[in-house]
């Protein structure tokens, strides 16, 4: 797990990319908000997070039918769940609007553009 990337991944990378080619300003891995959003626009409190679809949850029923609901792994994507879920709690809280895109919402060329227009569409809501 240690080679896992936090920062930077090839989805982020992709989306970083295309946004900025649309003109869009952000700021890339905000550390003043809480869960340190991978997409941020401070003065509009508006968050993005990429979301991996293992590491966050969206292969969960794959992970459980494969290791058992009582494995470490599905413990482990659990509280990844639980932890994205307060992190966006605190944000609301704060007044920040989150949206959360899937991984490979992204990196599909098939679903890419529709990901991209929904963060364009979501870090422009307030201009």
């Given at each position: 797990?240690?080679?896992?990337?936090?920062?930077?991944?090839?989805?982020?990378?992709?989306?970083?990319?295309?946004?900025?080619?649309?003109?869009?300003?952000?700021?890339?891995?905000?550390?003043?908000?809480?869960?340190?959003?991978?997409?941020?626009?401070?003065s509009k409190k508006l968050a993005v997070f990429i979301d991996g679809d293992?590491?966050?949850?969206r292969e969960l029923d794959r992970v459980i039918a494969k290791y058992g609901?009582?494995?470490s792994w599905v413990t482990k994507l659990r509280r990844n769940i639980a932890?994205?879920?307060?992190?966006?709690?605190?944000?609301?809280?704060?007044?920040?609007?989150?949206?959360?895109?899937?991984?490979?919402?992204?990196?599909?060329?098939?679903?890419?553009?529709?990901?991209?227009?929904?963060?364009?569409?979501?870090?422009?809501?307030?201009?």
């Amino acid at each position: 797990m240690a080679s896992i990337r936090a920062k930077n991944t090839r989805p982020e990378l992709i989306a970083f990319a295309e946004l900025k080619q649309r003109g869009i300003r952000f700021r890339r891995h905000y550390e003043n908000a809480p869960g340190k959003p991978d997409l941020a626009r401070p003065s509009k409190k508006l968050a993005v997070f990429i979301d991996g679809d293992f590491w966050h949850g969206r292969e969960l029923d794959r992970v459980i039918a494969k290791y058992g609901e009582d494995s470490s792994w599905v413990t482990k994507l659990r509280r990844n769940i639980a932890r994205d879920a307060e992190q966006e709690e605190k944000l609301r809280a704060k007044g920040w609007d989150v949206l959360r895109i899937w991984e490979s919402d992204i990196k599909r060329v098939r679903t890419r553009q529709g990901a991209v227009d929904r963060m364009v569409e979501f870090l422009t809501s307030r201009d």
